[in-house]
């Protein structure tokens, strides 16, 4: 009978945010804007990069590859999540189906982060060797960073995915998350899952704890080569290209963090759904707005592109 269950009567079920169907079209409605935010936004930055030749450097280039990422990530969560919080009867999903998405919101999520830790590289060699800058991030190089960003999170997310859906699950489950992350779907194991949760952290020191040390060391020396520049001016315009992107890391590390970084056992389903939320849906929507926002050069091509956009409607008025 466990046989057949694990092949194929295992379905999983995701626990509503709350009772009251007001309160869940409230999340619904909430969750739809942010969704729709986000997306329009990291959809912005990617078309801008593209079409402003201005912006054909590695570091736009690195962005771009961020926003697009941003962009898949969100999506992974997004749709059934709205769909399930919309719908007045349970959402059902298979194993397949629940495996899916695991294994592209790790790999998009390793991947983002990894990525967070090759622009701190690129911004070190921009403030700390101006000079060789250009003949250290050739293209070939900002092209397999970019790469081996993904291929390392593909690699792991396999690893762990695999892993995690060779255990036995008994029966049809409720998952204490709006979607299939880790923690939830191995408590619903039926047995032993010392050796996934070991894996598990490795995989989040990796992902989480080298990259976010390389960026920590980045900073150092950012910011000792920065005091060391004489004019006011010139120290303003050094720290502004770092600006942005150090707020991103921080809201990104630091959610995650409390997550997959503390041991399991202290994992808490109500500090799961309310930081999940933040890294799913709050922090993708801010990052393009935290960009565009701090960046003069990422505001002037917007201005430009939204300037040329209405004199085309004007003259076509006209």
Known sequence: MEEGNQTGMVLFHFRPFSKLPEVQMLIFVLFLMMYLVSIGGNMSIVLIIWINRCLHTPMYFFLANLASLEIF???????????????????VVSLAGCGAQMFFFIFLGSADCILLAV??????????HPLRYTLIMSWRLCSQLALGSLLLGFILAMQLTVLIFRLPFCSSKEISLFYCDVLPVMRLACADTHVHEATLFV???IVLTIPFLLITLSYVFIVDAILKIRSAEGRHKAFSTCSSHLTVVLLQYGCTSL???CPSSSYSPERGQVVSVVYTFITPMLNPLIYSMRNRELKDALRRVIMKFVLIQTQETL
Request: contains cysteine; glycine residues 0%; charged residues 10%.
């Open 203 to 205: 995989v989040s020191v």
């Open 73 to 91: 990530y969100s999506s992974t969560i997004a749709p059934l999540t709205l769909a399930s919080t919309m719908s007045t009867e349970r959402t």
């Open 119 to 128: 622009m701190a590289y690129d911004r070190f060699v921009a403030i700390c």
């Open 259 to 261: 997550i997959y970084l």
